[in-house]
């Protein structure tokens, strides 16, 4: 090829690929491991995995081929998937109300979370916030408190109160 011909590659906008067959990084067969592996666990406090990486090295990428093979599964096999980019939001108290927020709406879509389940999320979301909100100005309240209240929520919405009392905390 001379300087003076044009190049036959091209350069593409910064958007992850959607479906594992179209797959130029050799994601894929990662992605099913994984999502095999999610759907293999069932641990009773939930879990988390982190996916690193550069910039433009195609992590958004790697977790829509996860999306796409746990979507493939029976509908009550697959998990509910909640989307939550918290750099969009500035502070601790935006970051709260919108994650809570965002988990609410999307279990919204599923039939068998209930109304009560989804009331108690959006008072879930308030108690925190304004905890977070009323804590910035009271540095007297101490990060265990702060602990012990997201713990209760935690057993609310898990439907385990065990022997925590009235309120939860004693």
Known sequence: MTSNEPSTTSVTGDRPIEDPKDDLLGY??????LADSILAMAPPEGFVIGIYGAWGSGKTTLLRFIEH???QQPKKQQPIVVHFNPWWFSGQEDLTRHFFGQLRSTLSRWSSVSDKVLGSIGNLAN?????EHFSQRLSWVRSETKAAVTKEAVSVLSGDRGQRGAHGIK
Do not use: C, N, R, V
């Open 28 to 33: 894929a067969p990662f992605a099913k491991h």
């Open 69 to 71: 093979h746990l979507s």
């Open 127 to 131: 108690t925190l916030s304004d905890l």
